[in-house]
């Protein structure tokens, strides 16, 4: 079975710029999560989808939204960009019961790299 | 509001040896705790998934326990690899997300 594919691997913007990553889950992984990691912050999570659905939101400005299409696949969005959103952003999937708590593993993809100069 | 630490923050050991991480946080309500590994520069690859329910969980040569009441969890690691050389991550999940230590940053040495 494939793994979590992100596009693209690397990337890089200017200021004021915006830029959409691509995130394809694992075959039949309903839930996909975002997160962003930089040296500085660690690990935060940005927002879950489910069923097309934003159910969790992380504490992250207004320029940073995501969607998720009927076949699971999802994308964010960052817009004006700024130097500060230079980061490994990383998307992760996983079942999730009919009760929509996430209660399962989750599997990450090898992330997008962006530098915003 | 979840708080994840890791101690310590750096461990090296000789190969061979056996190691244990540490992973504590401040709010027992959690669905789960799942660590992870992470090479550099690269994703986050999934060791072992604990639910709360549970007290321990075993995949080859790792062992992770989880003590909910006292909100810690380790990660014990028996006759270490230089190829265990990584940054390990434990990752709290509760209601609204899922919350991440900094990391330990593990070197074996052959």
């Known amino acids: 079975k494939a793994g979590v594919t992100q596009t693209p691997r690397y990337l890089i913007k200017t200021r004021g710029q915006q830029v959409t990553l691509s995130c394809s889950p694992i075959?039949?992984?309903?839930?996909v999560s975002w997160y962003q990691q930089t040296p500085g912050q660690g690990l935060q999570f940005l927002f879950e989808?489910?069923?097309?659905?934003?159910?969790n939101k992380g504490n992250f400005p207004g320029r940073f939204s995501g969607r998720q299409f009927s076949n699971s696949r999802s994308e964010m969005n960052v817009s004006t960009l700024e130097l500060g959103d230079s980061a490994l952003y990383l998307c992760?999937?996983?079942?999730?019961?009919?009760?929509?708590?996430?209660?399962?593993?989750?599997?990450f993809g090898p992330g997008t790299r962006l530098t915003v100069l | 509001k979840q708080e994840v630490t890791q101690i310590p923050a750096a461990l090296s050991v000789p190969e061979g040896e056996n190691l244990v991480l540490n992973c504590s946080f401040t709010?027992?309500?959690?669905?789960?705790l799942q660590w992870f590994r992470q090479d550099p520069g690269k994703g986050l690859t999934s060791l072992l998934l604990?639910?709360?329910?549970?007290r321990e969980q075993t995949s080859g040569r790792l062992n992770a326990s989880l003590d909910k009441s006292s909100g810690r969890s380790t990660l014990y690691i028996a006759a270490s690899q230089p190829g265990d050389s990584a940054t390990y991550l434990c990752?709290?999940?509760?209601?609204?997300?899922?919350?991440f230590g900094a990391g330990t940053r593990l070197t074996v040495k052959p």
């Open positions: 992760a999937s996983s079942l999730r019961t009919s009760g929509g708590r996430s209660y399962n593993e989750q599997f």
């Open positions: 075959s039949g992984h309903r839930s």
């Open positions: 989808y489910f069923s097309e659905t934003q159910r």
């Open positions: 709010d027992s309500a959690i669905y789960n």
């Open positions: 604990i639910q709360s329910s549970q």
């Open positions: 990752a709290v999940k509760n209601n609204n997300d899922m919350r």
